[in-house]
């Protein structure tokens, strides 16, 4: 990405797409589901703070196997 060649954290850009992604959802959200909306419970909020802590490792991890991945792609070339 562009970003991240140009000096951006992977964190910050992270940090920056969950709450782009939530601030575009949460209206949807609240408005189309007010009615339908299950209580939020002790177990499925565990799972969301679960999801919450994980998914900066798994993007970060993510992240890091395309760059290997890339880095292999063009080890054969000369320089």
């Known amino acids: 990405m562009a970003t991240l060649n140009h000096g951006m954290s992977l964190f910050v850009l ?3 797409r969950n ?5 575009t959802m949460a209206p949807f959200a609240l408005l189309l589901e007010r ?3 299950p209580k ?3 177990p499925i909020f565990l799972k969301i703070m679960a999801l919450g802590f994980l998914e900066p490792i798994l993007a970060t991890s993510k992240a890091d196997s ?10 054969h070339l000369p320089l």
């Open 14 to 16: 992270i940090v920056y």
């Open 19 to 23: 709450v782009v992604a939530a601030l």
């Open 66 to 75: 395309q760059a290997c991945n890339t880095h292999q792609h063009h080890s």
């Open 40 to 42: 939020l419970t002790i």
């Open 35 to 37: 009615k339908i909306r």
